[in-house]
Every structure is written in structure tokens, then in C-alpha cells.
């Protein structure tokens, strides 16, 4: 339990901190530091500890940010790797071969690829827009899930 907690902590100081460095306020203390910094060149007559300061300090930043980044790109990749799942899960006319596709080897996704590749072509080849999927079909669907669903409101 001690290790979950951990990782939920983590999880959420990470995130706090990618969308903080992230920011325009980030950028801007970044941008002043350095600025601060090359001022003070002169001052410290270019020596060699006053560049050591600058690689140091953005040296320890930048390996310390790697794992946090990519900590994050880990949960957001796997929240949209589950997300896709459920949609493919949930629609009878989808391929649950296609499910945790994530996990297949180079060998069996270049296959995969190669069959979307063909109907990728044929979808070419069509000259009526609304014989492929258009944006009438996807109002029709979600009309058809509006009525279908008993959890969902109709407000209209």
C-alpha cells in the first residue's frame, strides 16, 4: 500500500510540475535567469565557474525533468491507449484484434498497418464524401446513442 501511495504522490507532483514548467511563467524565469546570468558575465570576468553555474544549474534541471516528463507522458499515453480500447471494445463493427494493439511486435503491427493501408486506398477511390464517413453519419450516431441510452438525458 506504502508503494501505491508513493506512486499516486509522485504521479501528482509530476503533473503539478509538468504543467508549471510548461507554462509562459516558466519560460519567463528561464528567459530572466539567463538574462541575469550573462549580465553577470563582466562581472565574474567570463571565468570558468561562472560558466560551470549556467551548465551545471540547467544540467541537474534537465535530468531531473526527463523523469518527470516522462512519467507524465506515461499515464497520459496509457489513459489514451485505454480510451481507444473502450471505443473499439464498445463498437460492434471494430476489430477487437485492434485492442492493446500497443503490445503486438514490429512484425505483426506491419501486417496490421498493411491491411489499413489497403483500405486507406479503397477510401480513395471514393468519389461520394458521404459514402465514407462524413459528419451527417456522426450526428445519426449520436442521435442513435442519445435514444439508446438510458443514463443520458435527451435536453433538447
Known amino acids: 500500500m506504502k508503494k501505491n501511495n508513493k506512486s499516486k504522490r509522485f504521479a501528482r507532483i509530476a503533473s503539478k510540475v509538468t504543467k508549471a514548467t510548461g ?9 530572466v535567469v539567463i538574462i541575469i546570468w550573462a549580465l553577470l558575465g563582466p562581472v565574474f570576468g567570463y571565468s570558468d565557474t561562472w ?10 534541471i534537465t535530468f531531473l525533468m526527463v523523469f518527470v516528463i516522462q512519467q507524465s507522458q506515461n499515464r497520459d499515453t496509457t489513459a489514451i491507449q485505454l480510451k481507444l480500447n473502450e471505443l473499439i471494445a464498445c463498437n460492434a463493427a471494430a476489430s477487437n484484434r ?9 512484425e505483426e503491427l506491419a501486417v496490421i498497418k498493411k491491411f489499413y493501408i489497403k483500405l486507406s486506398k479503397l477510401a480513395e477511390k471514393e468519389t461520394n464524401l458521404h459514402a465514407t464517413h462524413s459528419l451527417d453519419e456522426a450526428t445519426d450516431n449520436q442521435q442513435r446513442k442519445l435514444k439508446h441510452s438510458p443514463s443520458v438525458v435527451n435536453k433538447k
Open 51 to 60: 560558466q560551470l553555474v549556467i551548465n551545471t544549474g540547467t544540467t541537474i
Open 98 to 106: 485492434l485492442v492493446d494493439i500497443e503490445d503486438l511486435t514490429e
Open 23 to 31: 507554462s509562459p511563467y516558466a519560460f519567463l524565469a528561464a528567459f
